[in-house]
T-cell receptor, first 114, second 116 residues
Framework: AQSVTQLDSQVPVFEEAPVELRCNYS??????LFWYVQYPNQGLQLLLK??????LVESINGFEAEFNKSQTSFHLRKPSVHISDTAEYFC????????????FGTGTKLQVIP | EPEVTQTPSHQVTQMGQEVILRCVPI?????FYWYRQILGQKVEFLVS????????KSEIFDDQFSVERPDGSNFTLKIRSTKLEDSAMYFC??????????????FGQGTRLTVV
């Protein structure tokens, strides 16, 4: 069985400061890894994903995450946050293949302070 | 870009009533899923559906829940007799299935169910 651990339930950070949201996973097989963002009272938006290839993946709004197999991690980073980044971020894992049951972490609330 | 659509976006129902949540998965996808997110909590897997039958279900998916693909496009989640604790956001998802590689599940925007 797969699991995802997000140790930080809340991360406050000042605007324009860097941020790292931590994610560790547990799986006995290969994995696909995802970060989803959820704004208040809204649905899930896929922020970025690792399926194969380069271990460093980027989103269009400046976030990046690096798949580290030896540390079983997929931490999310942004060098300079904006107020609009305030949201909850969920790390998630699935197994490669057509069947895509996704296991989510408990989420990290990013609070950007002006 | 193809997307998963869910209706309604919000539903309020009285305790004990039956409710049906509807989803239109991406047209050529073969696997369909329902997830639940209770307010302030993580997203939890409920059930997956393939080839017109349930392929996997979680402990949450008890006899009060059922899923159906009534036609070639819709995928529904029925809760027979709603309880207050069924209040949550429900997400539908679909994935390609088969021999497709390097592809993920696509999620709908969710239906917020409020049981009063």
């Amino acid at each position: 069985a797969q699991s995802v651990t997000q140790l930080d339930s809340q991360v406050p950070v000042f605007e324009e400061a860097p941020v790292e949201l931590r994610c560790n996973y547990s799986s006995s097989v290969s994995v696909y890894l995802f970060w989803y963002v959820q704004y208040p009272n809204q649905g899930l938006q896929l922020l970025l994903k690792y399926l194969s290839g380069s271990t460093l993946v980027e989103s269009i709004n400046g976030f990046e995450a690096e798949f580290n197999k030896s540390q079983t991690s997929f931490h999310l980073r942004k060098p300079s946050v904006h107020i609009s980044d305030t949201a909850e971020y969920f790390c998630a894992v699935s197994e490669p293949g057509g069947y895509q049951k996704v296991t989510f972490g408990t989420g990290t609330k990013l609070q950007v302070i002006p | 870009e193809p997307e998963v659509t869910q209706t309604p976006s919000h539903q309020v129902t009285q305790m004990g009533q039956e409710v049906i949540l509807r989803c239109v998965p991406i047209s050529n996808h073969l696997y369909f899923y329902w997830y639940r997110q209770i307010l302030g909590q993580k997203v939890e897997f409920l059930v997956s559906f393939y080839n017109n039958e349930i392929s996997e279900k979680s402990e949450i998916f008890d006899d009060q829940f059922s899923v159906e693909r009534p036609d070639g496009s819709n995928f529904t989640l029925k809760i027979r007799s709603t309880k207050l604790e069924d209040s949550a956001m429900y997400f539908c998802a679909s994935s390609a299935g088969g021999g497709v590689v390097n592809t993920e599940a696509f999620f709908g925007q969710g239906t917020r169910l409020t049981v009063v």
